[in-house]
């Protein structure tokens, strides 16, 4: 069973940076994506950036050019630089893990709070 560790969040003023990142624990076998999600009160669980295991990124058109993926596959551990925050990205962020090896297997972090304040 895999378990997801999230570390890095935050309060941090508008332009600021925070780096989040997840530690998946256990080992993970055959092609997977990780990434993570927010979830801003009242609002949808929506897609921040996910990177596949063999290194290819992905973004939101709402972070780009600020955020940035990466991951060690060594340690199976990703990575999420965010830069120039706004108040908008003000959120619950969620590590993810899709896993596609005998099936298809979904994993989430606990969560961790950004905050940014304007």
């Known amino acids: 069973q895999v378990q997801l560790v999230e570390s890095g969040g935050g309060l941090v003023q508008s332009g600021g940076s925070l780096r989040l990142s997840c530690a998946a624990s256990?080992?993970?076998?055959?092609?997977?994506?990780m990434g993570w999600y927010r979830q801003a009160p009242g609002k949808e669980r929506e897609l921040v950036a996910h990177i596949t295991s063999g290194g290819r990124p992905n973004y939101a058109d709402s972070v780009k050019g600020r955020f940035t993926i990466s991951r060690d596959n060594a340690k199976n551990t990703v990575y999420l630089q965010m830069n120039s925050l706004k108040p908008e990205d003000t959120a619950v962020y969620y590590c993810?893990?899709?896993?596609?090896?005998?099936?298809?297997?979904?994993?989430w972090g606990q969560g961790t709070q950004v905050t940014v304040s304007s």
């Open positions: 993810n893990l899709d896993v596609y090896y005998s099936g298809y297997t979904k994993y």
């Open positions: 256990g080992s993970i076998n055959g092609f997977n994506v």
